[in-house]
């Protein structure tokens, strides 16, 4: 009987400065590059929004793929359903019998856009809210969907479009994405609208996606140049509020408004997702001179089990005798200069150059951030 086991404890990112003068040729944030955008596709108007409608209902039309009859509310919203369509097994012995393998209970959301009115489509999600294995092929009869006032805004109905699938065969079974949640595509039409009066978002505030005091500046520069005079203010790093003459058409202003192209200077920003290993590094990153020494200690532990037999005419028993041996290999360490002007390009091509993986490429990151090497918001995931 024998059983290895390993361990490996991956050491290794250290991080030196290096011993670079910062030299007077160091590009200032200025020399950064805005880009360019509209109105409408960096902020909002304060006042127009999405609502979110939630609902609960059933799929038919599984192969046998649905809820088991362990779960009791598929059986229960089944029975409601065939009442209101004048088949009434209340108090019938047989319900509780009921299988329901070709249906499942479903929750539905749905975004219900600002200035949508009554016969306006709307796509849906549906998500399995038992233990069905699948919604393939499923229809998901008519649910109501609900605001969070309690008041039914649409009604959702349709056949599901899955982006995955779910195969069982005598005991092998094979799962492509996730089959248990799907799409509607306009499979909701809009029963009650919610009101927007334009009139009555005197005066208009526009809201930056991301705030930033010279974009909001910026932004209402440009809207004043475009509409030959001062109408825009920015009031803080998120707002910019529009000052509207009595009687004037709100609708055609915020049109002219949109349309604005804007100087917009993003925020650098490093995103890692430490489950998945992703690093996505934005434009706007800079790095200062800096050397970076990686290398790894790789420790490995084996153990197995030998038995142990005792000696002829001994009074000994058999053992059974653990047998360790533990191996440490620590590898060179490979160095990156990053020397003055050094981009966010050279950084990632230093570091596929020395086999760093997507995982050491985030502990070198936040390892650059401490030193203050790297001149970016770090946001891990």
């Known amino acids: 009987m024998r059983g290895i086991w390993t361990k490996r404890i991956a050491l290794g990112v250290w991080l030196a400065t290096a011993v670079f003068a910062h030299a007077a040729d160091v590009s200032s944030p200025s020399d950064l590059s805005p880009r360019l955008a509209r109105v409408k596709d960096v902020s909002s108007v304060e006042g127009i929004r999405d609502n979110q409608l939630i609902g609960y209902g059933i799929v038919v039309g599984l192969h046998n793929t649905g809820d088991s009859s362990q779960t009791v509310f598929p059986v229960q919203t089944l029975l409601s359903t065939l009442q209101r369509m004048g088949v009434n097994l209340q108090g019938n012995s047989l319900a509780s019998t009921m ?133 825009a203010t920015a009031v803080d790093g998120r707002r910019v509020t529009l000052t509207t003459a009595p009687g004037e058409d709100i609708a055609a202003l915020l049109a002219r408004v949109q349309a604005v192209e804007v100087q917009v200077y993003p925020k650098a920003i490093v995103v890692v997702n430490e489950r998945t290993g992703t690093v996505v590094i934005g434009g706007q990153v800079r790095l200062q001179p800096v050397t970076i020494l990686h290398g790894g200690l790789t420790v490995t532990v084996q153990s197995h089990l030998e038995v142990s037999q005792p000696g002829p005419l001994s009074s000994g028993t058999t053992q059974v005798v653990r047998q360790t041996t533990i191996n440490a290999q620590d590898k060179p360490a490979n160095q990156i200069v990053l020397k003055n002007g050094a981009t966010v390009q050279d950084l990632v091509a230093s570091l596929q150059q020395i086999g760093a993986t997507a995982r050491d490429i985030i502990s070198i990151l936040q390892a650059m951030k401490q030193a203050q090497a790297l001149e970016a918001d770090l946001e891990v995931q």
């Open 99 to 231: 299988q329901v393998r070709n249906m499942a209970a479903v929750f539905i959301a749905a975004t219900l856009p600002p200035f949508a009115e009554p016969g306006t489509k709307l796509d849906v999600t549906v998500s399995s809210a038992g233990d069905a294995r699948s919604l393939e092929g499923g229809l998901l009869l008519m649910s109501p969907l609900y605001g969070p006032d309690g008041r039914i805004y649409a009604q959702a109905q349709g056949p599901l479009v899955l982006g995955g699938y779910s195969v069982q065969a005598n005991g092998n079974s094979k799962s492509v994405n996730d089959p248990t949640t799907g799409i509607v595509p306009d499979g909701a039409m809009v029963e009650r609208a919610v009101p927007v009066d334009l009139a009555d978002l005197r005066p208009l505030t526009l809201l930056l996606d991301n705030a930033d005091f010279r974009t909001a500046e910026q932004m209402a520069d440009a809207i004043n140049h475009s509409l030959g005079k001062k109408v």
